[in-house]
């Protein structure tokens, strides 16, 4: 037990050094190809690895569900995760990811693991605008330099709302509650890596009618913090006359929510604006250490109500 606590312990401080630790798997051959591309998954969403168990199929499941496990006495979905990115697994999915993610806990069949990366957030690039929607970024394992063995981060945020989708989650003016009024010429700056993600949290803040900026890492978010201070220092101002609140994801390419928030709490600029992390990434040990870098909140992904009780609180 003693050695799990320390190894929970280490992962949680990599964070300290805009750091952390992707597990790596395959998924077959792609389509058209003999190619076994690498995938991964950040090591907190996993709860367990196991040998694939019994799986009961399921009467008029979704196509990429293959049914459900009894494992340690919880029933639960298993998504056929080669299936879902178009791979064909000739070895077979002998391997089940069990993951805990956004309030859920879910497996993804894979055809082996490989190992777990240490990485730093730098290494890691958008997918954006690079073809295929299933990958929020890029992790070049090796490093920047030339024949970098490449890795997709799997946006496991689309392929549960595409295998499972849960229209009760969206977030939406009937279920969000009344607007929240800022200061004239105040907006929420926003940072997320994934389009849903960014897309759910626009219809939240367009419900809310609250002004918004929204941003797709950390790093840019950061910068953009740092180019309206600059502005609102020609006109008389500081950054709290332009931002109200900072709404942030944690897992995002280049800079992670975790450093973006303790550098903006560490600089006397802007301590005082309000930061709340939004994450998929729950858990004990993920919500004390969102304490320790000074956020203001911490709200799981993608309760409507929630978010919008949260910047209320901050806010006033």
């Not at 929970?8 to 990599?14: F, S, V």
């Not at 040998?51 to 199929?57: L, R, S």
């Not at 009894?70 to 995760?81: A, D, F, K, M, S």
């Not at 950061?222 to 931002?243: C, L, R």
């Amino acid at each position: 037990m003693s050695t799990a606590l320390h190894e929970i312990d280490e992962r949680t401080n990599l964070t300290a050094n805009n750091k952390f630790e992707l597990l790596l798997f395959r998924l077959g051959e792609a389509p058209g190809t003999n190619h076994r591309e690498l995938f991964g998954i950040n090591v907190f969403k996993v709860r367990e690895i196991l040998v694939m168990p019994d799986i009961t199929e399921i009467a008029n499941a979704p196509p990429h569900v293959m049914g459900i496990a009894n494992i340690r006495g919880q029933v639960i979905t298993v998504i056929n995760l080669p299936k879902v990115v178009g791979c064909n697994p000739s070895k077979g999915t002998s391997i089940l990811l069990v993951t805990e993610y956004a309030r859920s806990t879910q497996a993804f069949a894979v055809e082996e693991v490989n190992e777990i990366a240490r990485l730093d957030w730098n290494q890691v690039i958008a997918a954006e605008g690079k073809g295929g929607n299933l990958i929020t970024s890029i992790a070049r394992l090796d490093g920047d330099k030339e024949g970098s063995r490449l890795a997709q981060v799997l946006d496991v945020e689309q392929i549960l709302r595409d295998v499972l989708p849960n229209p009760a989650g969206e977030m939406v003016s009937q279920n969000i509650g009344s607007k929240i009024t800022l200061p004239a010429g105040k907006v929420i700056l926003a940072a997320d890596d994934s389009p849903l993600a960014r897309s759910l949290i626009e219809n939240a803040l367009k419900a809310l009618e609250v002004p918004y900026v929204m941003t797709k890492t950390g790093l840019e978010a950061w910068s953009k913090i740092q180019s309206m201070s600059d502005i609102a220092a020609t006109e008389g101002k500081t950054i709290h006359d332009k931002v109200a609140l900072i709404l942030t994801d944690l897992e995002m390419p280049e800079m992670d929510g975790f450093t973006l928030t303790r550098y903006i709490k560490s600089d006397q600029r802007y301590k005082s604006i309000p930061v709340i992390i939004h994450s998929s990434l729950t858990g004990e040990a993920n919500e004390n250490h969102v304490k320790s870098v000074g956020a203001d909140a911490y709200v799981a992904k993608f309760v409507a109500e929630e978010l919008a009780d949260a910047m209320r609180k901050v806010l006033a």
